[in-house]
């Protein structure tokens, strides 16, 4: 189970029954029959007297198209709402309860965690659109998402900015979070790539994270480069959603500006500029 999906479990059971674990303690030795139970015993301490399970209209609108192909669960057919316990009939038959309650929520927990990993249908929009209209090399983006700032007041260092970056991208999964399509299940799929420990907290090695973000940095002298500038960020190819490549930052050098170097750190000031830019399935992902 990799991070991705822990943090799904963790939103999904806190959504439907208000019981929140660890994502640590997901990710790192709970099995799903272990949840379940965990589950069960929390519930009885809480005194939460029927917990139902709804599973979401984008999950289950896939189960209800699975059921017609097959019949995993009868009860499900006509109802997507799932009694899972009474706790009143606890006091008499805790045992069997027991058993029940954890059979039924670990088949609900596989099947959001199979269905879940599965792209929304807006992804598969995007995925699609890219791929069959505006596949071919020089074809124009239609997807990127640029965000032009400029430097008022003050200093930055370039090469905290990048640290900064790096701790964002590492951070939210979104940002670093890759779609292919699956064969073997038949459809596209989200999953998180890897970051790799290149660093500690003090010596960041700023090379490799071109493999998590796209960097670029230019000098202007009038503002009709930057303008050229701006119309190159919108319609160039810089993002490759199957690697989660989805985010870029374009450094912009003016020449009126103060620009300095300290300990071999370039140093942006007032009149210089920075572009953020991002693919639209990303910036999709964050507002989920």
């Known amino acids: ?45 809480d005194n939460i007297s029927t917990i139902n399970i709804t599973i979401d209209d984008n999950i289950s609108s896939r189960i209800e ?56 249908l807006a992804q598969e929009r995007i995925y699609l659109h890219e791929r069959i209209y505006f596949d071919q090399e020089n074809s124009t983006a239609i997807y990127n998402v640029p965000f032009l700032l400029k430097i008022i007041h003050g200093t930055i260092s370039v090469k905290k900015l990048r640290i900064a970056l790096f701790k964002l991208i590492k951070k939210n999964l979104v940002l670093r979070t890759g779609i292919k399509y699956s064969m073997e299940d038949e459809y596209l799929k989200q999953y998180i790539k890897p970051m790799n420990e290149y660093i500690d907290d003090n010596n960041y090695i700023i090379d490799n994270h071109q493999e998590y973000y796209s960097f670029q940095m230019s000098n202007i002298s009038k503002q009709q480069e930057l303008e ?51 693919h639209h399935i990303g910036k999709l992902l964050l507002q989920h």
């Open 65 to 120: 198209k699975k059921n017609e192909n097959e019949s995993y669960n009868n009860n499900n057919n006509n109802n997507n709402e799932i009694d899972i316990i009474d706790n009143e009939s606890s006091l008499n038959n805790m045992d069997s309860d027991e058993v029940l309650y954890t059979e039924n929520l670990s088949t609900n927990i596989h099947q959001y965690l199979k269905l879940s990993q599965r792209t929304s």
């Open 228 to 278: 050229q500038i701006l119309i190159n960020e919108r319609k160039t190819k810089y993002f490759d959603i199957e690697s989660g490549l989805v985010l870029r930052c374009h450094i912009i050098f003016h020449e009126s500006s103060k620009r300095t170097i300290d300990n071999d750190n370039l140093i942006l000031s007032v009149n210089d500029y920075i572009i953020f830019n991002i």
């Open 1 to 45: 189970m990799d991070s991705l999906v822990a943090a799904q479990l963790h939103n999904w059971l806190g959504k439907q029954l208000h019981i929140f674990l660890s994502v640590v303690e997901i990710l790192h030795g709970m099995s799903i029959n272990d949840i379940a139970k965990y589950v069960y015993s929390k519930s009885l301490k």
